[in-house]
Structure formats: C-alpha cells, structure tokens
Nanobody, 115 residues
Framework: QLQLVESGGGLVQSGGSLRLSCAAS????????MGWYRQAPGKQRELVAD???????NYADSVKGRFTISRDSAKNTVYLQMNSLKPEDTAVYYC?????????WGQGTQVTVSS
C-alpha cells in the first residue's frame, strides 16, 4: 500500500507562483511514473503533467512553458512548480502515482488563483 501526502496549495494572485509537493511512503517497489492531475468545478479531471522513471515529462498544452514537473527519486517525491498562474488554473490538484500493478491518488490540494 502506498500513501501520498500533498502540500503547497493555496490562494495566489494571477501571475503568481506556487509549488506543489507530493511525497510517497509505504511499501514502494518501483514507481513507474508520478504526476499531477487537476479537477475544476463542473469539469472532468485532467492530466497536468507527469514524469516517468526515466525522467521523461509530459505536459498539458495549457500549462506548457508555465509549469515544471520534477522528481526526487531518492525521496519518492514529485514537485510541480507553477508560474504565471491564471484564474483558469484554479482547481483541486491531485498527485498520481503509477506503481505496477496499481495506481494511487493523493487526497487533493486546492489551488485558487484570483484575478
């Protein structure tokens, strides 16, 4: 079983920055990928960014050039640096981990960007 603890959400003005962290703990074999999804009110959950065990990254078009995902494998922690935040980035952000044969979700952290 894997536990995910997220931190770093909050309220920020448009154009500001936040950094999200997600630390995995528990029985860890080999994590295939770590990432972040978000869900805004009335919308489906969507991928924001992920990073695989080889370090390859994938971003949603809407955040390219503004968000950066990184991973500290020794600490089993994934980070999401969010710059130039926009009101449309407002959502609950969920940490996601793929560790064969399962996937795991964090409890979610609220990010609110005021205009």
């Amino acid at each position: 079983q894997l536990q995910l603890v997220e931190s770093g959400g909050g309220l920020v003005q448009s154009g500001g920055s936040l950094r999200l962290s997600c630390a995995a703990s528990g029985i860890i074999f080999r994590i295939n990928a770590m990432g972040w999804y978000r869900q805004a009110p009335g919308k489906q959950r969507e991928l924001v960014a992920d990073i695989n065990s080889g370090g390859s990254t994938n971003y949603a078009d809407s955040v390219k050039g503004r968000f950066t995902i990184s991973r500290d494998s020794a600490k089993n922690t994934v980070y999401l640096q969010m710059n130039s935040l926009k009101p449309e980035d407002t959502a609950v952000y969920y940490c996601h981990v793929r560790m064969w044969p399962s996937e795991y979700w964090g409890q979610g952290t609220q990010v609110t960007v005021s205009s």
